[in-house]
């Protein structure tokens, strides 16, 4: 009696604290697996246009053909619900989930809702981005610029103090802070640094506000409205549109997170598109910032980056009273952000 107890703590305690090895298959078996099981991978991707995963969608595609990449690219605070209700109804239709909602992450696996799996080059994932359990893991930088249109402006732009030159009245397009946290936290670090008097004199500026952080980029690149230029939103880089990083109040950057769900319908493919996101051919084949630190010699440093504190964004979105208080002290200046979803609005 009492050794067979002492054999299913044992066993027990193997199945909770083992720390599960990293993938050990080659690509080409996890690519096989993956057919095998039908060759799709469902994945909700967090963003605010619906193309905005296209080029992961073909390049993968084009990488393992006969796999299907189901990408849903929506709002991370509309996806994460949605994924919410599927694990209530113990219905998850999702295979791999990667969002801004940081906070969202924790909270998954603590419900058990995630897979631990460590992709190829997990080891490699900078250990401020990673589950030690695998569940889930940066594998991308992203963050806001400062971003003009050089057609209509010609002196370069960069610090937060920029968006209050005369000569930018009526001419900024930003994104409303009280519709996405990621720009709340913006705005939360420009006025921590330059005080609520920027924001009052940003606003005399009659800046107009939209949804969705692609939006401004978006209209900047193009010649046929009067916006010149926008502060703390995403970037943009195409012809007559250039960005730069302020240096007078920090700006904001976070590992977009991915996860693998433990009822994934399809967890090869799954597996299979979590070691194509990690891998040398794809996080190595343009310089930028790089969840990995055995990046190239001629990529930059994250960690060296003067102005952002990559860390900092996982406990600001932790801490939901503070942002649900400052969200509510914009909407209080700004009025609730206007206008349908940014995926449906066509800007
Ligand atoms: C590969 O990983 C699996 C699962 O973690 C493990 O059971 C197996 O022993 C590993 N094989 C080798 C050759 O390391
Ligand atoms: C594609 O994803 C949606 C959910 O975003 C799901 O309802 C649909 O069944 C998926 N399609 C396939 C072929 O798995
Ligand atoms: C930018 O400079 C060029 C050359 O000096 C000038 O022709 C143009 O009008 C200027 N554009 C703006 C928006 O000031
Ligand atoms: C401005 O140009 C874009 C791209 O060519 C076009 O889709 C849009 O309808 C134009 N907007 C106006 C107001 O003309
Ligand atoms: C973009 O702006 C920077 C200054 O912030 C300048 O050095 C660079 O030449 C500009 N690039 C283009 C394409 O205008
Ligand atoms: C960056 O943020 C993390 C998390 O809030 C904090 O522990 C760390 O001290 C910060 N680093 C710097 C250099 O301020």
């Known amino acids: 009696m ?10 027990l305690a193997t199945a909770v604290f083992a720390t599960p090895s990293t993938e050990n298959r080659t690509i080409d078996e996890i690519y096989q697996a993956a057919l ?5 991978v469902t994945l909700w991707h967090g963003g ?6 296209d080029g992961l969608k073909q390049a993968f595609e084009k990488r393992f053909p006969g796999i299907t990449l189901n990408v849903t690219v929506d709002l991370s605070k509309y996806h994460d619900g949605r994924l919410d209700e599927q694990l209530a109804n113990n219905d998850v239709q999702v295979d791999s989930i990667i969002l801004q909602t940081l906070h969202d992450y924790p909270r998954w696996k603590e419900e058990g809702a995630l897979l631990n799996y460590k992709p190829q080059n997990f080891e490699s994932i900078a250990s401020e981005f990673q589950d030690p359990d695998g569940a889930y893991y940066g594998y991308a930088i992203f963050g806001w610029t400062t971003t003009w249109n050089t057609a209509k402006y ?6 937060f103090a920029d968006a209050l030159l005369p000569e930018l009245k009526d001419k900024l397009i930003l994104t409303y802070p009280n519709d996405d946290d990621a720009v709340l936290y913006a705005f939360d670090l420009v006025i921590k640094k330059l005080g609520n008097e920027w924001f009052d004199a940003l606003v005399a500026q009659n800046p107009t506000w939209v949804r969705g952080s692609a939006t401004p980029g978006d209209q900047l690149a193009l010649a046929n409205n009067s916006y010149v230029a926008a502060f703390g939103t995403g970037g943009f880089s195409g012809p007559n549109v250039n960005t730069s990083l302020p240096t007078d109040a920090p700006f904001v950057t976070w590992p977009q997170t991915a996860a693998i769900l433990k009822d994934a319908p399809h967890p090869e493919g799954a597996k299979l598109l979590h070691n194509f996101i990690l891998s040398d051919e794809w996080q190595f084949a343009t310089p930028q910032w790089t969840v990995r630190t055995d990046a190239p010699a ?3 440093d994250i960690f060296q980056e003067p102005n952002t504190n990559v860390t900092d964004f996982l406990p600001w979105m932790l801490d939901r009273p503070n942002v649900e208080r400052l969200r509510f002290w914009y909407e ?4 609730t952000a206007q206008g349908l979803s940014p995926l449906e609005d066509d800007l």
């Open 2 to 11: 009492r050794s067979s107890i002492s054999l299913a703590v044992a066993a």
């Open 36 to 40: 095998n099981e039908g060759g799709v």
């Open 48 to 53: 605010d246009e619906k193309n905005q995963q």
């Open 154 to 159: 010609n002196g370069s732009l960069g610090d």
């Open 298 to 300: 001629n990529f930059p």
């Open 332 to 335: 209080a200046r700004l009025g």
